[in-house]
């Protein structure tokens, strides 16, 4: 770890000390309300910038209107036909032959392991880095895109909302309940797991969390037949040990997708109480993105470590390859709403200005790099999409982009 890195740590740190708690129903109940109105306001002031005579084409050349404008909504609000409709063309992705060559991604053999591997390739130069926020919000959207236009759905990328399942519990939550419309539940029990041990390999104080409920392949719902093609790389499994596959990353290696849901995770990293301190306490774009993110070796997932580590199983313990599980998508864009939220809430000052302050181009700036700038550029490879300058990437409705959140 270097500087300026360290000065970030300890900046985050400071920011994040409130999070990271279980909370009170009641309390998580009347934050998740204040959530809802956050979001409310969030979602006028977006309308109000996209009408507005100054919303100038600022970001690459926008031609969002009121028209065009799409609305990504929480899974849980979705119809039963939406939400076939979108686990229909989720479904259909992944039976469509990859745009990746064998060559390159040997593992690679569906449209949906296409954006696997790109995620597997950026790994370390997309998280703890000034373009986390920026290349995750065009990452998903490309994934949208593809869904749309290859396998003609019609609605909005949905989200998960984790301050809901932290007050529900993961196994009633509408995404993991294991029902037809959801994203396929738990995993087959596996007795006497030992912890999860995070961190102690980096030489950091190592975090324990509990191993989850699960651990096998997910017995129901619509993806328990869904092959993991890709990976691991670096999955924490029980006991504090990393497997990956040894014959590389982009190597073929089928097996079933499995998952250990850990309420645990949720309601303390991901309940409503984080989410609102998150948008109300941090003062600028580094800030908001480490604490996000969970500031290794403070004890703290974040909100983005608290919905990856809820999944549990593999590959969602995997930093590298999470988007194999098609509820990483939901969670994403969970994580993109959060952020939109705190820009609307002064959209003048954290639209536009610069996305990396004190952060450079490389996990932790290991190895040390130059810090980012909104002038780089973002690639995502064979999955689709052109390049794109990460400033063009700030608001959801300029640039490439014309969506909000309700």
Known sequence: MHTPFLALLVLAQAASLA????????????DLERLANLAQ????????????SDNVQRGGGSSCTLSKLSIRREWGTLSTSDKKAYITAVKCLQSKPANYPA?????????????????????????????????????????????????????????WDWSKSAITGLAKSPVFDGS??????????????????LGAGLGLPPLYLPPGTGGGCVTSGPFVDMKVNLGPVALDSPGGISVSNPDGPLAYNPRCLKRSLTDYCNQKFANATSVLSLILTSPDITTFQMTMEGVPGSGQLGVHGGGHYSMGGDPGRDVFASPADPAFY?????????????QQLSPNKRQFTNASVGLTRTFMNMPPSPPATLDDMVDY??????????GDLMSTTSGPFCYVYL
């Not at 306001?41 to 507005?52: G, K, L, N, P, R």
């Not at 926020?133 to 236009?149: K, N």
């Open 19 to 30: 999070l990271g708690s279980a909370v009170p129903r009641a309390q998580a109940e009347s």
């Open 330 to 342: 939901l969670h994403h864009a969970m994580i993109d709403r959060t952020w939109w939220i705190w």
């Open 180 to 197: 037809a419309t959801s994203m396929s539940g738990d995993g087959v029990a596996i007795p006497n797991q030992p912890d999860i041990v």
């Open 103 to 159: 060559s390159v991604a040997p593992g690679a053999k569906t449209r949906f392991d296409d954006f696997v591997a790109t995620h597997i390739n950026q790994t370390l130069s997309i998280h703890y880095t000034g373009n986390f926020l920026g290349w995750h919000r065009y990452y998903i959207w490309i994934y949208e895109q593809a869904l749309r236009s290859e396998c003609g759905y019609k609605g909005s990328l949905p989200y």
């Open 381 to 390: 490879s064979y999955a689709g999409g052109p390049p794109r300058r990460l």
């Open 41 to 52: 306001q969030a979602f006028e002031t977006a309308q109000d910038d996209v009408t507005s």
